[in-house]
């Protein structure tokens, strides 16, 4: 028998189909995308063009990814041809990851520690501030502009090339590299301020989400697995700043998904043998809003959870919902807690690929990957995977006592870097 | 002949009805009426002209088609008065009706989550998360009521990221701090907070509290120059004057001048 699905045109209608039409149809739409965003895509290349030529005259340099930072080559929507910098990497920390959801940054580095990557956490790094820009308005691109370069600068000092966690960060330095190429203006403006502060216009080659790390990394990861999560379903969310915002430049994949959705997260869980399910709302943003998630929580929570929570384990019956972006993380992990107390049963645990990687290569659920930081259950999904999490949870309160009788702590370490800082910081 | 432009704005001022309807009352824009009557044309004007000339404007503003693509995706739309097509289109008509695209600006435009789904589907290649962006920005600058009101709550959040480049930070999960709604396992974390952070195993976020991570004076020495700079710390005078004064104190203390 030939499976089908319904598709949703929206008002009630709906129309079944064949899942090999449907998926036919969604890829014909992806790559319409692509060519419909006429003007974007080509100004896009058009940008990167022009920083070449800004480079030759000298206005600007640029941090390319030379062969020292090992890099992959991936493939974009704009069919644009990426590299993927491995090793030597500059962790550019997320504001919203760090205070609240500390496992997502740990096991990111715990895995890097485990292939033997070096990268470089420097406390010389600020946000993007891209959150007070969106949410808020409290921001201009010029200001924007400036905290990017000054990060890149600071990058380009300890040659080490920017891997950027969060969405937000990755999709505004997109957009703020792209406004400082092409308008002499504002690229004037941020170099006089640049100078204020000591340092110069370098721009990066190519700018990097984390996620895509991974995607490169996903056969060495899975390698690796210690446990066999091929019983687990999981639903993927992929974060709006990473695909949307500038949607030329993140990375597609024929082999993920016939190419009909980004393939960095989808492909990790595809390779760690998970299975990965679709469902309707897929392409529907978590409901974070920036300043709706804080200010305005009933908004936020409330697509949260009708637009994406109920849909995915009604539809998927999902384990895990994973997704590549903390404020992303955030929205749809607390959002589950007041719609429970209203008596929705629906619920699943919310955690990052690369905490879910971590764990299916063998980390400690509360050491590494910190879970204990996060409000949806959890547990069910770890008996699932076979992971003793009470065993584990057992070990973390030792340690936490030891560290509170004076115990030294156990930090990941990454191994030594093989390239030297450039140049002596010049700020004062 | 022909009614001058005056004749039409008054007169589809005077078709609002109590609730700040256009329309006749048919679904549309929610209008901050009475401040709209009371609004400085001449700050309007300007407005209208500034958006009109910021670099990004020819990017994100081609022509709307009224397709309607926008709207479809749009996840504020779902729950509250917001539509990206119709901020679209009160920009389209900006310059000739300076006054449509302040009455949205002064309210309208702090629903849209800046998710930017809307600029990926839209077919004219118009930007309208975009376009909201640059009109909150400007709500902030000319200190707009709407821009205050929306802003207070969150004036935490803006201190913190101006001052450290970091936000959400772990003092902010105290008993008393503003996420309760996320239950007995926040609370309970809570509770041992401390002991908490220092157990979390990458260096620059060991231990640390009243940031994200561990930042560096000198770095955020730069960020408040920034700032000061580009314009920012008076921009958000205009609208939170006891915050960006924290900021400046702050840059004092690390050797900003003001």
Excluded at chain 1, 123 to 148: E, K
Aim: net charge neutral; proline share 5%.
């Amino acid at each position: 028998m030939t499976e089908s699905q319904a598709l949703n045109l929206g008002k009630g209608d709906e129309v079944e189909m064949r899942t090999v039409d449907l998926k036919f149809l969604q890829k014909l739409s992806m790559d319409r995308k692509a060519h419909l965003a006429y003007g974007k895509v080509e100004d896009y290349l058009r940008m990167l063009e022009k920083m070449k030529e800004l480079e030759r005259s000298g206005e600007i340099m640029v941090h390319h990814v030379g062969d020292e930072y090992e890099p992959a080559t991936v493939k974009t929507l704009s069919g644009r041809e990426k590299k993927v910098p491995t090793v030597e990497l500059w962790q550019h920390k997320s504001c919203g990851q760090c205070g609240h959801i500390p496992g997502y940054i740990s096991a990111l580095y715990w895995i890097m520690a485990e292939l033997k990557i070096p990268y470089v956490d420097d406390t010389n790094q600020t946000s993007c501030t891209a959150w007070n820009y969106y949410g808020s308005g409290t921001s201009n691109p010029v200001a924007l502009s400036a905290v990017f370069a000054r990060n890149m600068h600071a990058a380009y000092e300890k040659n080490a090339y920017p891997l950027i966690h969060c969405g937000t960060s990755y999709g505004d330095y997109k957009e703020v590299r792209y406004l400082m190429v092409m308008s002499r203006e504002v690229r004037d403006q941020v170099k006089a301020i640049l100078k204020k502060i000591g340092r110069d216009l370098v721009l990066p080659e190519e700018l990097v989400h984390y996620s895509e790390w991974l995607h490169v990394k996903r056969n060495e990861i899975a390698g690796r697995r210690k446990f066999d999560v091929s019983n687990i379903k999981a639903a993927v969310h992929a974060a709006c700043h990473t695909y949307k915002l500038m949607a030329e430049d993140f990375t597609y994949d024929p082999t993920i998904m016939e190419g009909r959705r980004p393939a960095p997260t989808t492909s990790v869980a595809m390779a760690l043998g998970v299975d990965v399910k679709e469902y309707s709302t897929w392409s529907d943003c978590c409901g974070f809003g920036f300043r709706h998630i804080l200010t305005e929580r009933e908004i936020s929570r409330s697509f949260a959870y009708f637009r994406k929570i109920q849909p995915i384990v009604r539809e998927t019956k999902a384990d895990v919902l994973l997704v590549h972006d903390t404020g992303c993380v955030t929205t749809l992990d607390k959002s589950q807690v007041v719609t429970k107390a209203h008596g929705f049963p629906e619920t699943i645990p919310v955690v990052s690929d690369a905490q879910f990687a971590a764990l299916a290569m063998g980390a400690h659920p509360f050491k590494v990957c910190q879970l204990h930081w996060h409000l949806a259950d959890w547990k069910g999904l770890l008996e699932k995977i076979g992971i003793d999490w009470k065993t584990a949870e057992t070990e973390y309160k030792d340690y936490v006592q030891a560290l509170k009788e004076g115990a030294k702590p156990v930090y990941i370490t990454p191994p030594p870097r093989r390239l030297k800082p450039r140049a002596k910081e010049t700020f004062s | 002949m022909y009614v001058t432009k005056s004749e039409k704005v008054t007169s589809r001022l005077g078709s609002l009805n109590e609730d700040g309807w256009h329309y006749s009352g048919l679904p549309g824009l929610q209008w901050e009426a009475e401040n709209a009557r009371m609004g400085d044309r001449k700050v309007m004007k300007r407005i209208v002209e500034e958006v009109q000339a910021d670099p990004r404007f020819e990017d994100f503003y081609h022509a709307c088609i009224n397709c309607g693509n926008c709207t479809a995706v749009c996840p504020p739309f779902r729950l509250v008065d917001f539509a990206p097509r119709i901020v679209v289109q009160k920009v389209m008509h900006a310059k000739d009706e300076p006054e449509l695209l302040y009455q949205m600006m002064d309210q309208y435009i702090w629903s849209c989550f800046q998710c930017y789904s809307c600029w990926e589907v839209c077919p004219a290649q118009n930007n309208p998360g975009g376009l909201v962006a640059m009109l909150k920005e400007s709500a902030v600058k000319h200190g707009l009521t709407s821009a205050k009101r929306s802003l207070e709550p969150y004036s935490k959040i803006l201190y913190k990221v101006m001052t450290t480049g970091t936000q959400i930070t772990p003092d902010m999960h105290s008993s008393n701090a503003p996420f309760r709604d996320w239950g007995g396992g926040k609370a309970d974390l809570a509770k041992h907070l401390r002991e908490e952070r220092a157990a979390v195993a990458v260096e620059t976020l060991a231990g640390t509290i009243d940031k994200s991570w561990k930042v560096d004076d000198r770095t955020m020495k730069e960020l408040i120059t920034i700032e000061k700079e580009a314009g920012v710390t008076d921009m958000v005078k205009q609208t939170l004057k006891d915050v960006a004064e924290m900021v400046e104190e702050a840059g004092e203390e690390l050797g900003v001048p003001k």
